[in-house]
Each structure stands twice: as structure tokens, then as C-alpha cells.
């Protein structure tokens, strides 16, 4: 879930890809420099390597289901070129 007003930061990983179906709300989703907006019931596929953010700009929460698409599912492979919450 995104609250609204909320964001992910700006990310790509190294051995995994990523589909994210929206189950409520409308996702704001950046890939590369592309920009688009996926509605409830609409899906996205983020290929590895992919620079990628998602935000929520809406009036409600934005929930979500964050699919992998590898075999791979650890987190170590998160490279964060803008981080918001200031991870370690």
C-alpha cells in the first residue's frame, strides 16, 4: 500500500524483474523516462535492470500486488539512485 502523496524510491534491481497489478487507486509509474498511470484492474511489468518509481497522487490509498517474475527474491539486489527514506 501507498498512502496518498507517497512515493517509492527511485530504484532498479540487479537479478529481478517485477509485475505490479493495482487493486485499488491509480499508480503513478515511472520506467526510465517514461511516465504513465495504471488504474485499478491494470497491470505493469518492470524488466531487471529497469530504472523505476512508483508514487501515489491520489485522494486514496493505493494498494497493490507486487508480483516477482524471478527466481531471485531477495532485496540485496536494490540499487537506490534517489532515496527518499534515506535507507542504509
Same mark, same amino acid.
Given at each position: 500500500?501507498?498512502?496518498?502523496?507517497?512515493?517509492?524510491?527511485?530504484?532498479?534491481?540487479?537479478?529481478?524483474?517485477?509485475?505490479?497489478?493495482?487493486?485499488?487507486?491509480?499508480?503513478?509509474?515511472?520506467?526510465?523516462?517514461?511516465?504513465?498511470?495504471?488504474?485499478?484492474?491494470?497491470?505493469?511489468? *518492470?524488466?531487471?535492470? #529497469?530504472?523505476?518509481? /512508483?508514487?501515489?497522487?491520489?485522494? +486514496?490509498? %493505493? &494498494?497493490? *500486488?507486487?508480483?516477482? #517474475?524471478?527466481?531471485? /527474491?531477495?532485496?540485496?539486489?536494490? +540499487?537506490? %539512485? &534517489?532515496?527518499?527514506?534515506?535507507?542504509?
Amino acid at each position: 500500500m501507498v498512502r496518498p502523496g507517497g512515493t517509492l524510491s527511485l530504484q532498479r534491481h540487479l537479478h529481478r524483474a517485477a509485475h505490479w497489478v493495482v487493486v485499488r487507486g491509480t499508480a503513478e509509474v515511472t520506467m526510465g523516462t517514461e511516465t504513465r498511470h495504471v488504474h485499478e484492474n491494470e497491470s505493469v511489468y *518492470i524488466p531487471i535492470g #529497469t530504472v523505476h518509481r /512508483l508514487a501515489n497522487h491520489g485522494k +486514496i490509498p %493505493l &494498494e497493490l *500486488i507486487e508480483g516477482p #517474475t524471478e527466481s531471485y /527474491l531477495g532485496e540485496d539486489d536494490i +540499487i537506490r %539512485l &534517489e532515496d527518499v527514506y534515506r535507507h542504509l
